[in-house]
């Protein structure tokens, strides 16, 4: 076309977005790198934990030089993946709320930045901070942008199902449980994922008992079937633990209750020795101390209630270690003393009735 100063001005421009594509593709490598470790095992979450700051750092240089959405997406998510691995879910709150902020004020691209992201980074935040009630009613408005075909609204139920839980709210977290088995790509989800929902159940019915004989029969299947410890249930294994022993403990199984015991002290022993973990740590004494003090309720509460005090002032422990709370222990411990109650209640029932046969 013989245009020299349009190919000139065209040309610098050209070179420009090929620096900035350079920049943005050095920001994807990065982000990319901090995905790949902190989806892997807990050992390699935590290994990248030490090397947030650094590739933070970076991150926002590059965003400083670019400008663009693309290291701006890279930068926002490695920040919350930063504080969501050391459980620091207060800043998720103002991150995410800020993200909606300028959202809504357009000045972010409004096309581009993934809202119904954000808006699940929230509610997790809420859950894991321990403000499910908040967290509960920013759920039942963000829910309807999820479409029922989509993986994603299977990952919104299960924290608004167990925000619902954390609320104390057994009714609402039941039609929860209840609207993700009606849904007709249940069964198209990862095998693991439709496992962490079974064991949502087996914790709502523990909580909730259906008389159901089909529904009890199920139940006691999960909780003696299930194994105690399993690479493929990362995160959950405490939770597993825990449930089995309540189980038995329930049922005043002694021999189920003992075999519990030594498991609960075994993982404890291998896999809970890191600061990070001291919730979980505290509460498997709490356990132990049903077996030491004899099932006496009144007794296991005086001698655990240091324990209890120390459970309730411990921050909740980041994604990079591991293990969920499917019901907060303080809830547990509550049902806890309950199950020794009714044991004592049981007993006196039955001795009084003996004694009555007697007489």
Same mark, same amino acid.
């Given at each position: 076309?013989?245009k020299?100063a349009? +190919?000139?001005?065209?040309?610098?421009q050209?070179a420009?977005l090929?620096q900035?594509?350079?920049?943005? #593709?050095?920001?994807?490598?990065?982000? $990319?790198?901090?995905?790949? @470790?902190?989806?892997?095992?807990?050992?390699?979450?935590?290994?990248?934990?030490?090397?947030?700051?650094?590739?933070?750092e970076?991150? /926002?240089?590059?965003?400083?030089? *670019?400008?663009?959405?693309?290291?701006f997406?890279?930068?926002?998510? $490695?920040?919350?993946?930063?504080?969501e691995?050391?459980?620091?879910?207060e /800043?998720?709150?103002?991150? $995410? /709320?800020?993200?909606?902020? =300028?959202?809504?004020k357009?000045?972010?691209?409004?096309?581009?930045?993934?809202?119904?992201?954000n808006? +699940?980074?929230?509610?997790?935040a809420?859950?894991?901070s321990?403000? !499910?009630?908040?967290?509960?009613?920013l759920?039942?408005?963000?829910?309807?942008?999820f479409?029922?075909?989509?993986?994603?609204?299977?990952? @919104?139920?299960e924290?608004?199902?167990?925000?619902a839980?954390?609320a104390g709210?057994y009714?609402?977290?039941?039609?929860l449980?209840q &609207?993700?088995?009606?849904?007709?790509?249940f069964?198209k989800?990862?095998a =693991?994922?439709?496992?962490?929902?079974?064991l949502?159940? !087996?914790?709502?019915q523990f909580?909730?008992?259906d008389?159901?004989?089909?529904?009890?029969?199920? @139940?006691?299947q999960?909780? &003696?079937?299930v194994p105690?410890?399993?690479?493929?249930?990362?995160?959950?294994?405490?939770?597993?633990?825990?449930?089995?022993?309540l +189980?038995?403990l329930r049922?005043? #199984?002694?021999?189920?209750? %003992?075999a519990?015991?030594?498991g609960?002290?075994k993982?404890?022993?291998?896999?809970?020795?890191?600061?990070a973990?001291?919730?979980?740590? %505290?509460?498997?004494r709490?356990?132990? $101390?049903?077996?030491?003090e004899n099932?006496?309720?009144? *007794?296991? /509460?005086?001698?655990?209630?240091?324990?209890l005090?120390?459970?309730? !002032? !411990?921050? &909740?422990p980041?994604e *990079?270690?591991g293990?969920?709370e499917?019901i907060?222990?303080?809830?547990?411990?509550?049902?806890t003393?309950?199950i020794?109650?009714?044991?004592?209640?049981?007993?006196? *029932?039955?001795?009084?009735?003996?004694?009555?046969?007697?007489?």
């Amino acid at each position: 076309m013989r245009k020299p100063a349009e +190919y000139k001005a065209i040309s610098k421009q050209l070179a420009d977005l090929q620096q900035q594509l350079l920049l943005e #593709d050095e920001a994807e490598s990065i982000y $990319t790198d901090i995905k790949m @470790f902190s989806i892997h095992k807990v050992r390699w979450r935590k290994y990248i934990l030490s090397q947030l700051p650094i590739y933070e750092e970076q991150l /926002a240089q590059l965003h400083k030089k *670019a400008k663009s959405y693309n290291t701006f997406h890279f930068l926002y998510r $490695t920040r919350l993946s930063k504080e969501e691995l050391v459980g620091n879910y207060e /800043a998720i709150i103002k991150l $995410t /709320a800020e993200a909606e902020q =300028a959202w809504q004020k357009g000045k972010m691209n409004t096309k581009r930045f993934d809202k119904r992201f954000n808006n +699940y980074m929230s509610v997790y935040a809420h859950l894991r901070s321990r403000k !499910a009630t908040q967290g509960l009613e920013l759920a039942e408005g963000y829910f309807k942008d999820f479409h029922h075909s989509s993986g994603n609204w299977f990952y @919104f139920l299960e924290t608004y199902f167990l925000l619902a839980v954390h609320a104390g709210q057994y009714a609402r977290a039941y039609e929860l449980l209840q &609207q993700a088995h009606k849904n007709p790509y249940f069964l198209k989800q990862r095998a =693991a994922a439709q496992q962490r929902w079974e064991l949502y159940e !087996a914790y709502l019915q523990f909580v909730r008992p259906d008389q159901s004989p089909l529904k009890m029969r199920h @139940f006691a299947q999960f909780v &003696q079937t299930v194994p105690d410890y399993s690479r493929d249930k990362q995160g959950y294994n405490v939770a597993i633990l825990i449930l089995q022993f309540l +189980y038995f403990l329930r049922r005043h #199984d002694i021999e189920g209750l %003992l075999a519990r015991l030594e498991g609960l002290r075994k993982y404890e022993q291998r896999h809970l020795r890191d600061p990070a973990t001291l919730r979980s740590q %505290l509460f498997f004494r709490m356990l132990l $101390t049903t077996v030491k003090e004899n099932f006496e309720p009144d *007794a296991c /509460a005086r001698k655990a209630q240091p324990l209890l005090e120390r459970l309730q !002032a !411990a921050p &909740q422990p980041g994604e *990079a270690y591991g293990e969920i709370e499917i019901i907060p222990y303080e809830d547990l411990w509550r049902l806890t003393l309950d199950i020794l109650r009714q044991r004592v209640a049981e007993q006196a *029932a039955a001795e009084q009735a003996a004694r009555r046969r007697v007489a």
